[in-house]
Structure formats: C-alpha cells, structure tokens
C-alpha cells in the first residue's frame, strides 16, 4: 500500500496548548496536503507543501516538510475547542501525478 | 458557490442491488475522484479520472465501476452491492498545475449501507 501512515492515532490536549501531528510516506512525491474533518463532515483543506519547500505557514498552522525523511509534521498552535476533528495528510507521488493517498488521520480532542 | 455535489446523502441497500452515486462540481476542474472512508482506515482511493475522457484504479477499485461523463460529472456505480461496500463515500475535485496535482474540495459524502 502507499497509504501514508500518521502518528500520533490520537491526541487529547488542553486549549491553548500547541497540537503536532507527523505524517510520513514511502516514495517520492510532488507535493504533501493536510486536511481537517470535523465529525460527521467531508474534508476540508489546510495547506499545502511542495517537494522543493521546507517549511509553510498559514494562520495558526505549520506545516514541515523533510523529503530526506520522507515525513512532515502539523504544529497546530495555541489550540482551540473548535479545533477539535480529525486531520489526515495526503501524498501527492512523483511517479503518478492523478492520484492523492491519504493516510489514516490523527485525530484530535482539544478540551475547553 | 455549489463547489463538488454530491447525491443522495444516504443509501441503504440490499445485498446484490444496483445504485450509481452521483458527482458533480462546478469549479471547471480536471480532475475528480471517488474515495471511501472506513473507521479507522482513512480514505481509500476507489477510482479517479486524472482529465475527461479517462479513468483510472485507485486502492481499492474492485466491485466498482465509474464513468467521467463530462468535464462536470464522475459518477461510481456499485453493480452488485455487497456488505464489505457499507462505507461512507466521498467524491472530490481538482485542478491540475500542469502535471501536478493540486489541493482537492470534497462533496458532503454519501453514507451508504448495505444489508
């Protein structure tokens, strides 16, 4: 399978504190998505990094990215009830530039 | 804006029934996608179509076939449901930089049973 593995599978943390997820793949790739799924809802997009970037940003989000690894990591900071839903990274590979893979999503509690 | 539509919302079927889930998005996209999510499997890639005019397996194509009717529409059909196939559905669009895949906008999902 291609499929990307996240980790942790859960996290519970207090509002205010910093959330970070890590994603990591097996092949190349073009580039590498988080999206976020509240409960019960289709996914929506977060961001998106490029093979030849290291390092994005966007609002509240970081998104890294380490090719020589083959992993990236979400830092979510200054967590949010709302933030709470879970959240899956997808790989974009070199080798077939159609098909986006999604790993199995971390999911995240974050208590009032 | 309609973004990707999809229908219906819910299904529940009989083992060894038809049905054809419907896909439709409005933003002029190349590509569109059908996954399927699992509790805790993540989404699972059924089928895509990379541009009109073609389709392409996924992870998991078997007991599915879709068409790409037009640039708009990407339709997923079960031909013999199966209870394996209770799932939630989701079809998904995106545009392309060239040949690179750029981020993909979801319908809702369709929830589908089958007994």
């Known amino acids: 399978s291609q499929q990307g593995e996240e980790d942790p599978q859960a996290l519970s943390i207090q509002e205010g504190e910093n959330a970070t997820m890590n994603c990591s793949y097996k092949t190349s790739i073009n580039n590498l998505q988080w999206y976020r799924q509240n409960s019960g809802r289709g996914l929506v997009h977060l961001i998106l990094?490029?093979?030849?970037?290291r390092e994005k940003h966007s609002g509240r989000l970081r998104v890294t990215l380490d090719t020589s690894k083959k992993s990236s990591s979400l830092l979510i900071t200054a967590s949010r009830a709302a933030d709470t839903a879970s959240y899956f990274c997808?790989?974009?590979?070199?080798?077939?530039?159609?098909?986006?893979?999604f790993g199995q999503g971390t999911t995240l509690q974050v208590k009032p | 804006n309609a973004g990707v539509t999809q229908t219906p919302k819910f299904q529940v079927l009989k083992t060894g029934q038809s049905m054809t889930l419907q896909c439709a998005q409005d933003m002029n996209h190349n590509s569109m996608y059908w996954y399927r999510q699992d509790p805790g499997m993540g989404l699972r890639l059924i089928y895509y179509s990379a541009s009109e005019g073609t389709t392409d397996k996924g992870e998991v194509p078997n007991g599915y076939n879709v068409s790409r009717l037009n640039k708009r529409e990407f339709s997923l059909r079960l031909e013999s449901a199966a209870p394996s196939q209770t799932s939630v559905y989701f079809c998904?669009?995106?545009?392309?930089?060239?040949?690179?895949?750029?981020?993909?906008?979801f319908g809702s999902g369709t929830q589908l049973s089958v007994l």
């Open positions: 997808a790989t974009a590979y070199s080798g077939n530039t159609g098909k986006l893979i």
């Open positions: 998904a669009s995106s545009a392309r930089t060239g040949m690179t895949l750029e981020k993909l906008f």
């Open positions: 990094i490029r093979s030849n970037e």
